[in-house]
Every structure is written in structure tokens, then in C-alpha cells.
């Protein structure tokens, strides 16, 4: 009855994506060339929904925590600290230059890299103690934010502006190369997380839980780690840091249906993520006239939601 109920409001839910998406492309349409280029933009919010949807669904059922998603682990501080070191060392000409695939793959290496150190090795030495490794992720987020910052400040007021356009989320700036490398790995990604969707979904009910129906728990989870660092490193490079987009969409869908199968949550925060996102491009582009940037949209509304969490969750703690 609930797979049934899901179905139903999947298929609601993709008419909406699909006629936003529809909207996007087709209205105010003047040239081929604008054509091929809003079709390489939601090709682009497609993979980066995915890529949060999963990673924010699977984080939660990890850590076992409604509020907290994969960038509080430090990853998207991590991508400003990069951008903002080569502007501080190298000057914003190298920045700009930073454009084909070679930097594309440093930037995507170094912090898969992070984040494997962090999700792997910490779980490991901490015993595999999920709460020390979050805690470990916060605190190196703090870190290279704080580094970011101080160095930001150091800044010409010119290069800051170029710096600024790297580390503003931005779905304008997409090269073709790009999206086909992320298309390929993040297909090769799918499938593996197909393959532990229902792991995922008995590893939900809790560590003792688990293990009792035969999981093997301390792996289990440093796979999903893998996966959820990859998705999250694709996404970031990509289009860069969207940090409250993956709260907005599990928190949306947790409420939406109440499916505890991890298939329908994954497929209910893309869509979603696509319909937020798609939303925020027509109103970025139709209202605003390019004055602002998606990112800041996403932002200003998973800010005021990410507070209205907290306020609820710390109301149902005090009644319990």
C-alpha cells in the first residue's frame, strides 16, 4: 500500500520537474544555440540532484540524524579553500585558466581524496564511531572555511570578484567535457548504489539492528562513505557548493512520503532537487534578469528551513 501511495506521488511529482523543465527550455526560446545550451544546464541539475538526493538520503540513515548531510563534512569548504589558495598564491589569471579537464580532475581528486581520509581512515581509528568522524569533518570544515576567509581577505578587491564567480554555485558556466566525464562516473556510481539500496534500507534501523540481520555494518558503511564522497566531490566541481540543497530535498521527502525503502527516497529527492533547482534557474532568469546567483536562492530558503528544523527538533527533545 505505501510502495503504491509512493508511486503515485512519484509520478505527480515528475509531472511538475518535467513542465518546469519543459517551461525552461522551451519558453522565450530564440535560437538553437540557447536550445543546446538550457539543455546542458538541466542535464547539469539532473546529475547534481542525484548526487545530493543519494548522498543526503544515505548520510542521514548513517549517521542516524534528520538534520545533518554530507556538507557538514567539510567537502564544499574544502572546494573554496582549493579555489581561494590558487587566487592567493598564483593570482586570478591562473583561476580563470583553470577551465579543461586536467583541473577539473585535480580538483575532483584532492577532495575525493579529503574525503576518503576522513570517512575511511577516521572510521577506522575511531572505532567506528560515526559520531567522531562528523565531528571530525566539522571541525577541518571550520578549518579550511576559516583559511578561506583569512586569506579572502588578504585579497585585491578584482581578484576577489573572479574568486567569487568560482565559488558561487553556477549552472552557466558548464563545459560539455565536463558533464560527460560526471555523466560516466556518476552512472558507474548508480549502479553500485542500486546494488546497496536495500542494504541501505535495514542499515536505517539502527547499528545493533543491522548487524543482527546480518549486515556487515563497519563495511557497509565505508562503502556508502565512498560513494556518497564521490557524488558529493562530482557535484561541487561541477557546479559548485550547494549547501543547503541536500537538507531541503530529504527533509521534503521525509515528510512526503513514508516509504522506508531508500529506492523511492533517492528517485523523491531528485526530483525534488530538479524541481527547486529548475524553479530558482526561471526565477534567476525570468524575474531577476541574471541579478543573482542560484546558489543564493537555494541558500536564502534552506537557510530559514535548515532553522525552522532545528527549532522543531529541539521542541520535540524538550516534550520527550
Known amino acids: 500500500?505505501?510502495?503504491?501511495?509512493?508511486?503515485?506521488?512519484?509520478?505527480?511529482?515528475?509531472?511538475?520537474?518535467l513542465s518546469l523543465i519543459f517551461i525552461y527550455i522551451f519558453v522565450?526560446?530564440?535560437?538553437?544555440?540557447?536550445?543546446?545550451?538550457?539543455?546542458?544546464?538541466?542535464?547539469?541539475?539532473?546529475?547534481?540532484?542525484y548526487a545530493t538526493g543519494y548522498s543526503?538520503?544515505?548520510?542521514?540513515?548513517?549517521?542516524?540524524?534528520?538534520?545533518?548531510?554530507?556538507s557538514i563534512m567539510g567537502l564544499e569548504s574544502l572546494y573554496i579553500f582549493l579555489q581561494t589558495l590558487v587566487v592567493y598564491i598564483f593570482g586570478s589569471s591562473k583561476l580563470s585558466k583553470m577551465t579543461g579537464l586536467p583541473e577539473f580532475f585535480v580538483s575532483l581528486f584532492l577532495m575525493i581524496i579529503f574525503s576518503l581520509l576522513i570517512y575511511v581512515f577516521l572510521f577506522e581509528k575511531l572505532s567506528s564511531s560515526v559520531n567522531m568522524v562528523v565531528l571530525c569533518g566539522i571541525v577541518l570544515g571550520g578549518l579550511f572555511g576559516s583559511l578561506s576567509n583569512f586569506m579572502q581577505v588578504l585579497l585585491d578587491p578584482n581578484e576577489f570578484l573572479i574568486l567569487q564567480g568560482k565559488i558561487f554555485a553556477s549552472f552557466n558556466t558548464i563545459s560539455y567535457g565536463y558533464l560527460q566525464i560526471s555523466s560516466i562516473i556518476l552512472f558507474i556510481v548508480l549502479i553500485i548504489s542500486l546494488y546497496f539500496m536495500a542494504k541501505l534500507d535495514v542499515l536505517s534501523l539502527g547499528k545493533k539492528t543491522a548487524i543482527s540481520l546480518g549486515i556487515n555494518y563497519s563495511r557497509?558503511?565505508?562503502?556508502?562513505?565512498?560513494?556518497?564522497?564521490?557524488?558529493?566531490?562530482?557535484?561541487t566541481v561541477l557546479v559548485g557548493p550547494m549547501t543547503f540543497l541536500g537538507i531541503i530535498v530529504v527533509s521534503i521527502t521525509r515528510q512526503y512520503i513514508?516509504?522506508?525503502?531508500?529506492?523511492?527516497?533517492?528517485?523523491?529527492?531528485t526530483i525534488i532537487g530538479i524541481i527547486l533547482?529548475?524553479?530558482s534557474m526561471l526565477i534567476m532568469e525570468r524575474i531577476f534578469s541574471y541579478d543573482t546567483a542560484v546558489s543564493i536562492i537555494i541558500n536564502f530558503i534552506g537557510g530559514i528551513y535548515f532553522i525552522y528544523l532545528i527549532i522543531k527538533e529541539n521542541k520535540r527533545n524538550v516534550r520527550s
Request: aromatic fraction near 8%.
Open 28 to 49: 522565450g526560446l530564440k535560437s538553437e544555440y540557447i536550445l543546446n545550451l538550457r539543455i546542458k544546464k538541466i542535464a547539469a541539475i539532473i546529475l547534481v540532484c
Open 258 to 269: 513514508s516509504s522506508y525503502k531508500h529506492v523511492y527516497k533517492t528517485a523523491f529527492s
Open 56 to 70: 543526503a538520503v544515505a548520510f542521514q540513515s548513517i549517521t542516524n540524524n534528520n538534520i545533518l548531510t554530507p
Open 220 to 235: 557497509l558503511v565505508k562503502i556508502i562513505f565512498v560513494l556518497i564522497s564521490i557524488l558529493v566531490s562530482i557535484s
Open 277 to 279: 533547482v529548475v524553479g
Open 1 to 17: 500500500m505505501q510502495d503504491r501511495l509512493a508511486i503515485k506521488k512519484l509520478m505527480i511529482l515528475s509531472l511538475i520537474s
